[in-house]
């Protein structure tokens, strides 16, 4: 029997309660008091005052199946098998209460004996210097030495500047040659989609000073993060995380609209893959109150959306299709998740309201865009220039990146530098006239320094957001 995606969600959660967990519902995506995090991106984020000892948890045990979202992932969405920009983490926390032992142990058994993977797929990493987690798995678990992997800080450390940190120790799984790059040398570690990394077990065991200096904590913790997805797509022995039952139904319901088959062809697959992606992401924001703006978490859901909106274009698909397929993205997520069923109507409002706008749009400034490569294309340029991307993010409503996209397709970058500054100037000139009425007698711009993670837009996100690791 395979196990679906909502089945896998509750045999996770079950067996850590029945390992004196509590289960908290996912966060919202929304940070809470957290100016570091655009969004939520793993189910360690909404913990962290519980890591810190700021606030006191309702239980040492905690587990959870968390919405997260990636921005960062964007590139390798449809092009490797198990990158979305929206995932679900499910994971196993401990507050100063369990360590090593148990989260190894434990993380461990869920896989081979809950779910049943075959043990001889599955390889741990450790951090190399970490001799505790290789005794574990090698003398406790009973791995051989050579099927576990010792990688370096930049792997398998997780640090944050200063704070608590830690080794971790990976999971991951062979899904076989035929998922393999072939290159020479490719095995546990390599970024192709064949030895697929499923979960990640994070012991933060030390404090940094911030000069590198490491201390042990008294109170040690531990903090797990598995994607629901990849567990499917290994549990399912499926090709990728659109494979997987519930967003399986999703992506067949963009080729029942686009009138496409998936897996003809190479170029349609990407698209069809995007959309699928970018309709999760972008229904689940909407359900945490999120609006399309041009700033901040506003801004990556416009980018979102209007990147699918284009893709469905790609596709042939004429007219509003986005609202009609967050349905399905309801449908299949709505026991998880009952926000997405009481905050219908107005993600049908968001999403429609969002893509009427861009429609309007689109099609002239695609063929502005046209007119601007052709130009290029008879002087031999390879470069568009900052103005011409920022009158069609400006007048158009094209997000910088989907423009990049497009010329990336016709081999022509974009001069991001000049784009800042044309937006910069945009914004100069914006300010001077608000300056002018101040509203009861305070300067309107103060505000925009309140929440610096609301302003930062896109320039400012990515950063912001990778320096995460689990
Ligand atoms: P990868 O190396 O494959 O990008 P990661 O090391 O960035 O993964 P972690 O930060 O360790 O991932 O997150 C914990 C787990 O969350 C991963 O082991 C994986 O199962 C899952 N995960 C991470 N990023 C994604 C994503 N973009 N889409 C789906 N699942 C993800
Ligand atoms: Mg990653
Ligand atoms: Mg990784
Ligand atoms: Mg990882």
Redesign the pocket.
């Known amino acids: 029997e395979k196990y679906g995606v909502n089945q896998l969600r509750k045999m996770f959660l079950e067996f850590f309660e029945s390992k004196g967990h509590l289960k908290m519902n996912s966060f919202s995506l929304i940070p809470h008091n957290d100016n570091s995090l655009l969004l939520i991106n793993?189910g360690m984020a909404p913990l962290k005052p519980y890591f810190t000892g700021q606030e006191i948890p309702p239980r040492r045990r905690v587990t959870t199946c968390q919405k997260c979202i990636?921005t960062g992932?964007i590139e390798?969405v449809g092009k490797t098998a198990?990158?979305?920009?929206f995932?679900e983490?499910l994971g196993n926390f401990s507050f100063g209460d369990y360590f090593k032992h148990e989260a190894i142990s434990w993380s461990w058994e869920f896989l081979t004996k809950v779910v049943g993977l075959d043990e001889n797929r599955l390889y741990p990493s450790i951090y190399e210097d970490d001799n505790e987690a290789f005794d574990i798995w090698n003398k406790e678990i009973g791995i051989a030495p050579e099927r576990i992997f010792r990688f370096g800080k930049e792997d398998n450390f997780w640090e944050h500047g200063a704070g608590p940190c830690g080794p971790c120790s990976?999971i991951y799984y062979d899904r076989g040659e035929k998922y393999g790059c072939g290159k020479p040398g490719c095995t546990v570690g390599c970024d192709c989609d064949r030895y697929?990394?499923?979960?990640?077990n994070v012991f933060t065991q030390f404090e940094n000073d911030g000069h590198n200096n490491y201390t042990e904590l008294v109170q040690k913790n531990i903090d797990t993060?598995?994607?629901l997805?990849?567990l499917a797509v290994v549990v399912q022995d499926v090709d990728s995380?659109f494979d997987v039952d519930t967003i399986k139904a999703l992506r067949d319901k963009v080729c029942e609209m686009a009138g496409v088959k998936y897996m003809e062809d190479e170029k349609t697959d990407v698209s069809i893959r995007v959309i699928t992606d970018h309709i999760r992401s972008v229904t689940f924001m909407a359900s945490d109150g999120i609006l399309p703006s041009n700033e901040g978490r506003g801004y990556v859901l416009r980018r979102l959306l209007r990147r699918a909106a284009r893709h469905g274009r790609l596709l042939g698909i004429e007219g509003r299709f986005l609202a009609e397929l967050s349905k399905t993205v309801i449908e299949v997520s709505k026991d998880a998740y009952p926000e997405l069923e009481e905050k219908k109507a107005h993600i049908f409002t968001c999403i429609n309201t969002e893509e009427e706008n861009f429609n309007k749009t689109i099609d002239q400034g695609l063929s502005i865009l046209n007119g601007f490569v052709e130009e290029l294309n008879n002087s031999g340029k390879k470069v568009i220039n900052g103005e011409n991307a920022f009158k069609l993010y400006d007048t158009y409503g094209f997000p910088l990146d989907l423009t990049k996209e497009i010329l990336e397709e016709k081999g022509i970058e974009v001069d991001t530098e000049g784009f800042n500054k044309a937006m910069d100037k945009q914004r100069e000139t914006a300010r001077k006239s608000r300056k002018v009425s101040n509203y009861m007698g305070a300067d309107s711009t103060i505000y925009e320094d309140i929440d610096t993670a609301l302003t930062s837009k896109f320039i400012g996100y990515d950063k912001v957001e990778a320096s995460?690791?689990?």
């Open positions: 793993s990636r992932d390798n198990r990158h979305g920009t995932f983490m990976e697929m990394e499923v979960w990640n993060g598995m994607g997805e990849r995380i995460s690791n689990i």
